[in-house]
């Protein structure tokens, strides 16, 4: 497990710095900042929910947002684009993007989990065009092709 000191800016005074929930978690919660009493998310919809803060995510990292899979199981609750991006150069709000899946109203409320974040490194490609690629015993085969 590899350690770093990363800066968080609060842009609000109610919010809650990210936190892990355990000693070996590989991602830190995300909370949730609103003046609402809370916010209601209507079945099959998205709604923009604000964290409070920002960070400098270290260069050649990236932040990954996931779901919290409590959120994801049991009411349906998830980033909409199913894994967010903060790119080391991003120095705005971290908003999650949750959708809910399920067919009934969910609500979050001030100070809610609602997401998680992973910081990892990241290798960065220059892509150049090939008339061919190297074979291999799978060859072309996917979505499923390896399974029995």
Do not use: W
């Not at 842009?11 to 355990?22: I, N, T, V, W």
């Not at 099959?44 to 964290?51: D, I, L, N, Q």
């Not at 050649?60 to 998830?78: E, M, W």
């Amino acid at each position: 497990m590899q350690h770093c000191f990363l800066r968080v800016k609060k842009l609000s005074e109610g919010a809650k710095l990210p936190c892990y929930g355990s000693e070996h978690a590989a991602a830190a919660d995300l909370f949730c900042l609103t003046d609402e009493d809370e916010i209601l998310i209507a079945p099959e919809t998205t709604v923009f929910v604000h964290t409070g803060i920002a960070m400098e995510i270290p260069e050649g990292c990236v932040g990954l947002i996931y779901a919290r899979s409590g959120l994801g199981t049991k009411q349906g609750l998830a980033p909409a684009n199913k894994v967010g991006v903060i790119d080391s150069d991003y120095r705005g709000e971290i908003i999650v993007a949750l959708h809910n899946h399920s067919g009934e109203d969910r609500r979050i409320y001030n100070g809610d989990r609602i997401a998680q974040i992973v910081i990892t490194p990241y290798i960065h490609a220059d892509f150049e065009e090939a008339d061919e690629l190297s074979s291999t015993s799978r060859g072309e085969g996917g979505f499923g092709s390896t399974g029995k």
